[in-house]
C-alpha cells in the first residue's frame, strides 16, 4: 500500500501544473477566457470589450483554496463555476474549455 503513495503524489502534483482553461460567459454575447495556473498561483484573463474596458489579456497574480480563486478584484467559485467582479457585481458563468473537433 505504501508503495503506491509515491506515484499518488506523483499524479497529483502532475494535476496541479497543468494550465486549466475556462470559457467565460456573461449576459452578452462576449466571452473572457481564464487560463487558471495553480502551480505558479496566476490566472492569466484574456478579456473581452466592453464599454469602457477595452479587453486584452492581463496576467494576475492569484490565491487558490480549496472552493475559490481569488485574483485581484475577482473572485471564482470553483465549484459553480461563478466569477463575479468583487467591486462592481458584474459577474460570468464558466465552464471548462475543451476542444470540440
Do not use: Y
Not at 12 to 38: F, G, K, M
Not at 60 to 66: D, E, M, R, S
Amino acid at each position: 500500500m505504501l508503495a503506491a503513495l509515491p506515484a499518488l503524489v506523483a499524479s497529483s502534483q502532475a494535476a496541479r501544473a497543468e494550465t486549466i482553461a475556462l470559457v467565460c460567459h456573461d449576459n452578452t454575447p462576449n466571452t473572457t477566457t481564464l487560463e487558471l495556473d495553480e502551480a505558479k498561483g496566476a490566472v492569466t484573463a484574456h478579456w473581452s470589450d466592453w464599454p469602457g474596458h477595452p479587453g486584452g489579456v492581463e496576467v494576475l497574480q492569484a490565491k487558490f483554496t480549496q472552493n475559490e480563486i481569488t485574483f485581484g478584484v475577482f473572485k471564482l467559485n470553483r465549484l459553480t463555476g461563478v466569477f463575479i467582479n468583487t467591486s462592481t457585481g458584474w459577474h460570468w458563468t464558466c465552464q471548462a474549455g475543451k476542444k470540440q473537433f
